[in-house]
């Protein structure tokens, strides 16, 4: 399908901007050819710059939830924008959103807000290290924290996608005190812990991850995980940034029944807007400058029209939670893809938890980075390539979740595996 305007506008884009998008994971480097340009998005739709309509299974890799330009957040952002963009200094907001923040995930009793995700990961691992007075940081091989020095070693997402598993300007010395294990490996952590316990600061991980494509935890390892930090006295840091308030009102936390020491959150908070946050117990949270010595600030942090963002977002998901609708439209959807790859013998997996999921093209269960690079890539960009000619806009590579929203009805679901029914026939 001819795209020209997308085409002149990526060719423009890369005079002036590096590899002519603001973020990697934009960059269709996982599958080749140009990226496509948005010109507006309206609930389940995205409409790129030469006209042509797409059902958006990305949701700007999450947080739009409720899809695009709900009303209610509309509503919410434009009278908050006749209040002023930014006051550099605190207004009511900020506790509205933290105060309904900590109701729904009752791990949080106080929550710091920032503006992105790689903010708030980076602010938990320096809180992590501040409460403790110990250094090491455990991560997992496939986990994506956002670009933070310490964290960005075996990251998955753009980092994996693109090959880059570590990135040249991170000095051996921000990493010296990072190790990373195998996602789902208990041994390892069992391991870890019998040598190195009373050294580790926290351990943080995605509870579902999203960033190598989706994995679940096994219940053993989640148990080893809270058992292990337990006994050691090291922080349990969930990142929720894509989970949070998208698996349920409480995130994966409330699904799993944990309640994590630090909760890292993003994307959904903001409801399209740029917040992050990170909370915990009081106790915890209270080191934390000005009430206590470890120091985190942001001029942006807490902007009123980015908190009224959130809180429609939020109260919306409260009072009106999506999530029993999202899990069946989502499995129908997944249903229908494992149906149709199984007829034409291609060698998948799908893996799923409520509105996430990916179809891994691999015959080999995928529970680890390990497993997930067993995939087939250059199936999965010809598959990407032909939804995207049928009007499904999917991650742009085999190592991300989709995201299935609150604006998708069964008969777009229907859509969407004709699409795909097409284009697993022409694999
Ligand atoms: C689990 C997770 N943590 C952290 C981040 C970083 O968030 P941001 O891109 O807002 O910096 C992301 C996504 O980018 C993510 O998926
Ligand atoms: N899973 C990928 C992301 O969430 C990040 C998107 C971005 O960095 O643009």
């Keep these: 399908m001819p795209r020209p305007k997308s085409q002149a506008a990526f060719e423009r884009a890369q005079k002036v901007i590096p590899g002519g998008?603001?973020?990697?994971?934009?960059?269709?480097?996982?599958?080749?050819?140009?990226?496509?340009?948005?010109?507006?998005?309206?609930?389940?739709?995205?409409?790129?710059?030469?006209?042509?309509?797409?059902?958006?299974?990305?949701?700007?890799?999450?947080?739009?939830?409720?899809?695009?330009?709900?009303?209610?957040?509309?509503?919410?952002?434009?009278?908050?924008?006749?209040?002023?963009?930014?006051?550099?200094?605190p207004c009511e907001k900020e506790s509205e959103l933290a105060e309904l923040i900590c109701s729904l995930m009752?791990?949080?009793?106080?929550?710091?807000?920032?503006?992105?995700?790689?903010?708030?990961?980076?602010?938990?691992?320096?809180l992590a290290r501040g409460y403790t007075g110990r250094n090491l940081i455990v991560?997992?091989?496939?986990?994506?924290?956002?670009?933070?020095?310490?964290?960005?070693?075996?990251?998955?997402?753009?980092?994996?996608?693109?090959?880059?598993?570590?990135?040249?300007?991170?000095?051996a010395g921000c990493t010296q005190d990072t190790v990373v294990?195998?996602?789902?490996?208990?041994?390892?952590?069992?391991?870890?812990?019998?040598?190195?316990?009373?050294?580790?600061?926290?351990?943080?991980?995605?509870?579902?991850?999203?960033?190598?494509?989706?994995?679940?935890?096994?219940?053993?390892?989640?148990?080893?995980?809270?058992?292990?930090?337990?006994?050691?006295?090291?922080l349990l840091i969930f990142d929720e940034v894509m989970t949070g308030f998208r698996l349920a009102p409480g995130g994966a936390q409330e699904l799993l029944g944990i309640k994590p020491d630090v909760t890292v959150l993003g994307k959904i908070i903001g409801g399209g807007y740029p917040v992050g946050a990170y909370g915990g117990r009081a106790e915890v949270m209270k080191k934390i400058m000005p009430a206590g010595p470890v120091f985190q600030?942001?001029?942006?942090?807490?902007?009123?029209?980015?908190?009224?963002?959130?809180?429609?977002?939020?109260?919306?998901?409260?009072?009106?939670?999506?999530?029993?609708?999202?899990?069946?439209?989502?499995?129908?959807?997944?249903?229908?893809?494992?149906?149709?790859?199984?007829?034409?013998?291609?060698?998948?997996?799908?893996?799923?938890?409520?509105?996430?999921?990916?179809?891994f093209f691999t015959g080999t269960p995928v529970v680890d980075l390990d497993t997930a690079k067993t995939s087939n890539t250059e199936k999965f960009s010809r598959f990407f390539w032909s939804m995207m000619d049928r009007g499904v806009y999917l991650p742009c590579s085999q190592f991300e979740a989709a995201f299935t929203s609150a604006a998708h009805t069964p008969e777009m679901i229907d859509t969407t595996l004709q699409a795909a029914r097409e284009a697993l026939n022409k694999l």
Excluded at 108 to 113: D, L
Excluded at 150 to 157: D, F, I, K, Q
Excluded at 309 to 327: F, I, S, V
């Design 181 to 234: 294990l195998r996602y789902n490996d208990c041994q390892a952590l069992r391991d870890l812990f019998a040598t190195r316990g009373n050294l580790i600061a926290g351990v943080m991980l995605e509870p579902f991850v999203g960033n190598m494509g989706l994995v679940s935890p096994s219940k053993e390892f989640l148990d080893e995980l809270w058992k292990l930090t337990r006994r050691h006295g090291s």
């Design 297 to 359: 600030a942001g001029t942006l942090s807490g902007n009123p029209v980015a908190m009224a963002a959130g809180l429609a977002t939020l109260k919306e998901l409260r009072d009106n939670p999506p999530y029993a609708q999202l899990d069946q439209l989502s499995k129908r959807l997944c249903d229908g893809l494992t149906q149709f790859a199984t007829a034409r013998n291609i060698p998948h997996q799908i893996n799923r938890i409520g509105s996430m999921w990916t179809l």
């Design 21 to 89: 998008v603001n973020s990697p994971a934009r960059a269709f480097g996982g599958v080749g050819g140009t990226p496509l340009f948005i010109a507006r998005a309206e609930g389940p739709y995205l409409y790129d710059l030469d006209g042509h309509r797409y059902l958006d299974y990305i949701g700007s890799w999450g947080p739009m939830i409720l899809g695009h330009c709900h009303p209610k957040v509309v509503a919410a952002v434009l009278e908050a924008v006749h209040n002023g963009s930014s006051y550099g200094a």
């Design 139 to 171: 991560k997992f091989a496939g986990c994506y924290h956002g670009h933070v020095d310490a964290l960005l070693v075996s990251a998955g997402s753009s980092a994996l996608t693109l090959g880059v598993p570590s990135s040249p300007g991170v000095p």
């Design 106 to 126: 009752p791990s949080m009793e106080m929550v710091r807000m920032v503006s992105s995700g790689t903010e708030a990961a980076m602010s938990a691992v320096r």
